[in-house]
């Protein structure tokens, strides 16, 4: 077992240590923007107390407990640093697990006198190691830039137990499904549940007379991400006892992933096949059918991600307005969180969640632009391609099925967010909801046609870049202002471009300039990619 | 006879490693044409550049009288291709990834789809994750033989196929030729190409080392005889053309070059022969003694000198 654990680390020493390391320096560059920005107790309270009075900064921050500086950066980022310890967790328990079982290397390892569990043993066991490591990592980060260190080894401990919790769900989310593509759905589907429960929970809490601590109502609970949240470091009720569910919920789920892989034959999984179709479905014949069939599961996965933000647009748009309506310092600062334009506070607080919005319909759309190359690499181009279809015309298909994606993500986020608006008796926003989910559109389309430059040019990076540039632009467009970079900076996010809509004044130059560059980009692509060698 | 495929000091370089050095290949038109190297000799990077997948470095090729590159759309209508490692859609049954490959040259002639499925006696209603590397081949296989083509290019199609399937593709192969197709055959399997190929082209680090007919290469070989006879080893090994010459329990063993048959048979008959093997040059010999050079050589060189 410690053999294939040795062997299971080294393949993954270095994609380890970017998510740790990459965690670290965001936990001790956010605290040490935020002792800048908000330097003095004073200046902390009226945050907070702004933070408190508004269920959607709730909702994508935290709980704030206390105006220490420590309890200030948790509130703001403790939501993040868990959610990146529970992705890393997750693709990468299921990477060995049933990654390993469909590539046919479990096979390997299986036929040697080894037990049947010890495969999924080591993983586990490489699961820990990492979230120390993170637990380490995210501490020193904080105690780094001097907050207490207390407080930072509670935030770091909290940070490993939701990595930790998640091992355990994906290690049995890879018993469950039978391809690793299913698992890595359903373990990280639960990681976006877990946020949405901590988000709604927190958001419906109860705020104290102060406006400086808010008691979360039952969702949160359900929560591994929310358990972290309730660890409260550097607060007054700062508390390691919630990590105890983490740490059951993962014992408990490795446990049964371990019991179950000894029963079960290699290459099932409990979720049974069954028989398909003997011809090809019309719309499966050709090219351009084939690129949408392999990516229509990935599309209503990301549409079912804008469906709930548009229903959290919708139904927490009243609530949040009443909260500040009668403040107008209050306003006058949530207004600020969203660039671009003057725009009344229901549109600035709709716009902030379709922001959101259009972070999804991005991912989507760079999906599907780097699923040409994954056809690439796992050799089915080669038999696309023996085809009566140039590379130049599989560029276009994987392009088109980026623009159908980002079209599906915004219409499912935009419909959601107007249906509930009508369903809370704001009928009116309807058109409104939709407008603001379509002006995304543009920013998304720059990914599609970066991206897609990118397979055309450097083939062998177009996976590392694509994510790459989703991940800067969304740090930047989100955490550009936290972090206090400068606007030149900021400015080379297309989400930093991207107008209030509907306001008072907007800008539409801005939309017109990003679609009329993504437009030129993916026309230099498409000749381009005609002109390279299949690269394996 | 009109080339189908023309190649000529094609060249293939991947950064500083030249997987094609002055390749030359030529298939004409109707004939079957066994495409013969060791794993590593540049096959499949030849038909990759045959396919216009990539781009030669230099050299001349066409296919089809189209530039593979240039023109790979318009070659593809005409060309049915199998690749030695079938990689397929894990999330497409078996019959969804036929269709799909086969609408893309035009769509399977719907009567072949179906007898063919049944010859290869082939499910196609799984998911493609759950074939074995024979079902896989199959898939290309019927998707390849489904829709007439003017040219098929098979990379070791038989790879993975048990004998009695195997057979099945032979069929395939007799009747696309008595259709009036062309076929290259990359394979290692010296009995299939033996078997199935009109010529053949043997190429070894990224060269063409022979080609032409099985009897033109034959001739270039050795037939191996076994004899019980009283004739004693030092005579025979006097003869010309006469190689290798050991005994083996009772008889002599050795091999005769093609031209000097007739003298040794003389020399045998006078000598008075009890028992007599005579093995037919094969094409494995020819294979081992180009590269059975090699290994020898190779050994050679890990004595120290």
Redesign the interface.
């Known amino acids: 077992m410690f053999r294939l654990f040795r062997a299971q680390l080294r393949r993954d020493r270095w994609q380890l240590l970017y998510w740790i390391l990459g965690n670290g320096l965001f936990a001790a560059a956010s605290a040490s923007a935020l002792a800048q920005e908000f330097g003095n107790l004073a200046e902390r309270t009226a945050i907070l107390k702004l933070a408190s009075g508004n269920r959607a900064l709730l909702a994508i921050r935290g709980i704030p407990d206390g105006a220490t500086e420590g309890a200030t950066v948790y509130f703001e980022i403790f939501t993040y640093l868990a959610l990146v310890a529970a992705l890393m967790s997750t693709f990468m328990t299921v990477r060995h697990s049933r990654g390993d079982e469909e590539a046919g290397r479990a096979e390997l390892i299986g036929s040697t006198p080894i037990a049947r569990s010890s495969a999924l043993a080591a993983t586990l066991l490489l699961g820990i190691l990492a979230n120390v490591a993170m637990v380490i990592v995210v501490t020193a980060g904080f105690a780094a830039v001097g907050l207490p260190f207390g407080g930072a080894a509670f935030a770091g401990l909290a940070t490993g137990a939701a990595g930790l919790a998640f091992c355990g769900v994906a290690a049995l989310a890879a018993q469950l499904a039978r391809t690793s593509r299913a698992a890595n759905t359903i373990a990280g589907g639960l990681v976006g549940v877990a946020f949405l429960l901590r988000a709604v929970g927190d958001a419906l809490g109860t705020a104290s007379a102060d406006g400086l601590h808010v008691t979360s109502t039952w969702p949160s609970w359900l929560s591994p991400i929310g358990w972290g949240q309730q660890v409260r470091a550097w607060g007054a009720d700062e508390s390691l006892l919630p990590l105890l569910l983490s740490v059951t919920l993962a014992v408990l789920a490795g446990a049964v992933a371990v019991v179950l892989v000894r029963r079960r034959d290699l290459g099932s999984g409990l979720v049974g096949e069954r028989a398909g179709r003997a011809t090809a479905s019309r719309t499966l014949r050709g090219s351009f059918g084939l690129a949408w069939r392999l990516q229509r599961a990935g599309v209503i996965g990301w549409a079912v991600g804008g469906v709930l933000l548009g229903l959290f647009a919708g139904g927490l748009a009243d609530p949040a307005i009443a909260a500040v309506k009668d403040n107008g310092d209050l306003a006058a600062a949530v207004q600020g969180l969203v660039g671009g334009g003057t725009a009344g506070l229901f549109d600035t607080f709709v716009a902030a969640i379709m922001a959101f919005l259009g972070i999804l319909a991005a991912g989507a759309a760079i999906q599907a632009v780097l699923r040409g190359r994954s056809e690439e690499v796992d050799g089915h181009s080669e038999l696309l391609l023996s085809g009566a279809v140039s590379k130049a015309r599989a560029l276009l298909d994987s392009i088109l099925v980026a623009l159908l994606s980002i079209v599906a993500v915004l219409l499912a986020g935009g419909l959601a967010a107007g249906l509930t608006f009508i369903a809370v008796g704001h009928p009116d926003r309807f058109g409104s909801s939709l407008a603001a989910a379509f002006v995304q559109l543009p920013a998304a389309l720059v990914f599609v046609a970066a991206s897609a430059l990118v397979f055309a040019l450097l083939p062998r990076l177009t996976v590392g870049l694509g994510w790459g540039m989703l991940t800067v632009g969304f740090v930047l467009g989100q955490f550009g202002g936290l972090l206090k970079l400068p606007d030149w900076l900021r400015d080379v996010s297309p989400f930093t471009h991207t107008p209030v809509v509907p306001g008072d004044r907007v800008d539409w130059t801005p939309l017109l300039v990003m679609a009329a560059i993504s437009i030129a980009v993916a026309a230099v692509s498409i000749p381009l990619a005609r002109r390279r060698d299949l690269v394996s | 006879m009109t080339e189908l495929i023309e190649a000529s000091g094609l060249v293939k370089t991947f950064g500083r490693v030249r997987a094609l050095d002055g390749l030359d290949l030529s298939v004409a038109s109707g004939e079957v044409h066994g495409f013969l190297g060791p794993n590593g000799a540049g096959k499949s990077t030849t038909i ?1 550049v045959l ?1 216009g ?3 030669a470095s230099g050299g001349s090729v066409s296919v089809l009288g189209l530039d593979p590159w240039g023109d ?3 070659a ?2 005409d ?1 049915a ?1 199998v ?1 030695g ?9 078996g ?7 086969t ?5 399977a002639a719907a009567g072949l789809r179906a007898d063919l499925i049944e010859e290869f006696e082939f499910d ?4 493609a ?2 074939y074995s590397k024979g079902n896989r081949q199959k898939v ?1 296989l019927i998707a390849a033989f489904a829709r007439p083509a003017s040219l098929y290019i098979l990379d070791e199609p038989t790879s993975g196929l048990d004998p009695v399937m195997e057979a099945v593709f032979r069929r395939q192969i007799t009747r696309v030729k008595k259709d009036g197709a062309t076929v290259l055959l990359s394979s290692h399997i010296l009995s299939e190409v033996e078997e199935l190929c009109d010529r053949v082209t043997i190429i070894r680090s990224g060269k063409t080392v022979e080609t032409g007919t099985l009897s033109e290469l034959r001739h270039l070989t050795r037939t191996s005889f076994a004899v019980v006879t009283g004739a004693d080893a030092a005579t025979i090994g006097s003869l010309p053309g006469v190689h290798d010459v050991h005994t083996q329990a009772d008889k002599l063993v050795f091999d005769v070059d093609t031209d000097s048959l007739q003298p040794v048979l003389a020399a045998l008959a006078s000598s008075g022969v009890q028992g007599l093997t005579v093995a037919p040059p094969s094409l494995e010999d020819l294979f081992l003694r180009h590269y059975g050079a090699d290994l020898s050589r190779l050994e050679f060189e890990k004595e120290p000198a």
């Open positions: 990759r396919l997948l990539i781009r790979a759309v318009q593809h209508r060309i291709y690749p490692d079938v990689n397929l859609w894990p999330s497409l049954t019959g969804e990834a036929i269709d799909l490959l609408s893309l040259r035009g769509g196609p209603r799984k998911k994750r759950s290309a």
